[in-house]
DNA sequence: ACGGATTTGTGCGTATGTATA
DNA sequence: CTATACATACGCACAAATCCG
């Protein structure tokens, strides 16, 4: 051991490889049979710096020909400054989903599935709500897929929960609980304003852990990749938390994004 | 082999127990040779089952005679939409750093390291900053540390990464340059605008990424903690970037947060 | 449809190094 | 200094997934 762990030799080289693009995104690793003659050292040895190339999000790895694969960044961003305050008006108007609309702005196809479930809360949703773990909540969640270009498989981008109390879950407008239905839906001004809610304020969380294996598996991630989760609270006339929005995405595909207007100090006009 | 894998026998266990409290925040994990006996499987394989343990930000280890402790949660939060956005007013008065403020008013003591140095821009500052790759810039690197209560060690919780053109970095104000100083400097209305600068618009990213071995180091991550990545971009009133913070956070100690106005829609069709 | 070849996944046993109390 | 506990390393075997002929 001089030094450094052998594994970290490993390592190293191969991430200084893959940064230089002599093994370019989407092509594969050498196998690690062959990494184990060329380094000399034991599979064993091999492996842990193979893992630990994944837990970076550098590759990733399937068993049989699919071998270790070198991760294309996607590098889609999704403007939470503009959802819902105010931008996309056009959209809304049109029926589009806001989410499909900014998506779409950078190129993207996008496509999402809803699915409408009671449940009780969870510790953080609860959190979130200011109600009491184990409450009884509506949960609609979308699972939010794009791909590029049109035809080629979908890829699973964003886990994007909806977090209701009952009784607002339950509103009705011309007969039907458009928060219980397990579609697509936009109304004109946004679905909670059509049930006669009104939201004055968002509060915004952003945090990045690891994911619970439920995430994994519905957004397909490789071991060792870390999720973004930005959440929203929405807040009525009355300081009563109406939702929260709960937004879940792979962290080697998506950011947030805000854009602010800087309050001037003195005498200056805000840029609304 | 079951369905499913042994090392997931173990990983899910111990996963339940930690949530459950049998195994609290700051307690030790049974070690090794233990596990070993009580599952009747291989060291091999519980190493493996302890290892996803980390990966999933639920434990840490050390070597020595500490073993593996249940992670605490700290929870601090970052308030980004107040952050030099024209909150905290008074204490740019008092001189008091913002970043301190925020901290302060959690309940936590904070203190940060000042470093100053001029290097060639990253490939992701150089896209944040909309400048070629290798341009020289001055870095502004703040380790952030925080602790409760006054007394016991510094916990370092965010590194943050101002980065600015050279010609903005060396702007003088009564004979100094404020950005050049290492030290823990304030200035009322901000030290951007102290030298003459203007911003009109941030524009904010945030995503969540595995650290460099750096960032790894310095904030003191155990192997597998995700980061949390918050950019923010200065734009000044004729549309240049005129510096970006990057502030790097553990994922497990920090999250981010906004609070946003929504603006109402008056008469008919407008924002949500 | 099937079977073989390739490649990663899982698992065992063992030994030695290193950090910490 | 010693005991403990994790980190690294070797070798071996078989299972499971994938692709291709």
Do not use: C
Not at 32 to 51: D, K, N, Y
Not at 115 to 120: A, E, G, K, L, Y
Not at 144 to 158: A, D, S, Y
């Amino acid at each position: 051991m001089d030094g450094r762990a052998r594994w970290q030799v490993v390592y190293n080289e191969l991430h200084t490889l893959i940064e230089e693009g002599k093994y370019a995104p989407g092509e594969q690793l050498p196998p690690e049979r062959e990494l184990v003659e060329r380094f000399g050292f034991s599979r064993a040895t091999i492996r842990t710096a193979l893992t630990r190339l994944e837990q970076a999000g550098l590759v990733y790895a399937g068993a049989g020909s699919v071998g270790r694969t070198v991760r294309r960044p996607l590098e889609i961003h999704f403007d939470a400054s503009k959802f819902e305050v105010g931008a996309y008006k056009d959209d809304e108007v049109r029926g589009v989903d806001q989410w499909l609309s900014n998506v779409e702005e950078q190129g993207w196809e996008g496509r999402q599935v809803v699915t409408v479930t009671t449940r009780s809360a969870p510790q953080q949703v609860a959190r979130w709500l200011a109600v009491e773990p184990g409450t009884r909540l509506v949960r609609r969640r979308r699972v939010r897929m794009v791909r590029k270009p049109p035809g080629v498989e979908w890829i699973p981008v964003m886990l994007a929960d909806s977090w209701f109390p009952e009784d607002v879950a339950h509103r009705k407008v011309d007969g039907i609980a458009p928060l219980l239905e397990e579609r697509d839906i936009t109304m004109p001004g946004g679905i909670i304003r059509s049930i006669g809610i009104r939201q004055v304020k968002f509060v915004d969380e952003i945090r990045s852990r690891m994911p619970a294996d439920d995430e994994r598996s519905l957004l397909a991630l490789p071991t060792g990749t870390p999720v973004g989760e930005h959440a929203r609270i929405g807040i009525d006339e009355h300081g009563r938390r109406i939702r929260v929005l709960a937004s879940v995405f792979a962290g080697d595909k998506q950011y947030v994004r805000y854009e602010l207007p800087v309050a001037q100090p003195e005498a200056e006009v805000k840029s609304a």
